[in-house]
């Protein structure tokens, strides 16, 4: 199972970008879909997730400004991200917990690197 992430980019404060991750593979099932974010010299932290009913959570740093959604038939998450600020600025990784034919396992997509310039 491989997750690829794409998006992200270069971007004015203020400004929007889009990210996706898309699951490929053995897959059977996948349970939750997530964004994590790490900034330099900071660990990684979750920015929000998403159920497989489509229930979503959010950081409170970015509640109302990121609006995460997938399609499961693509087995797909997406993140939209509006109003970006410089603080935002991170790699942003991609997870998800996927069930093979045999497991439940988690997994992680490489990062993309998002820059907001003030």
């Known amino acids: 199972v491989q997750l690829q992430a794409s998006g992200g980019g270069l971007v004015q404060a203020g400004g929007s970008l889009g990210l996706s991750c898309a699951a490929s593979?053995?897959?059977?099932?996948?349970?939750?879909m997530a964004w994590y974010r790490q900034a330099p010299g900071k660990q990684r932290a979750l920015v929000t997730t998403?159920?497989?009913?489509?229930?979503?959570n959010y950081a409170d740093s970015v509640q109302g400004r990121f609006t995460i959604s997938r399609d499961s038939a693509k087995n797909t998450a997406y993140l939209q991200m509006n109003s970006l600020k410089p603080e935002d600025t991170a790699v942003y990784y991609c997870?998800?917990?996927?069930?093979?034919?045999?497991?439940?396992?988690?997994?992680w997509g490489q990062g993309t690197q998002v820059t907001v310039s003030s």
């Open positions: 593979g053995p897959i059977f099932r996948i349970n939750y």
């Open positions: 998403i159920g497989s009913s489509g229930n979503t």
């Open positions: 997870n998800a917990e996927i069930l093979t034919t045999t497991t439940w396992s988690n997994y």
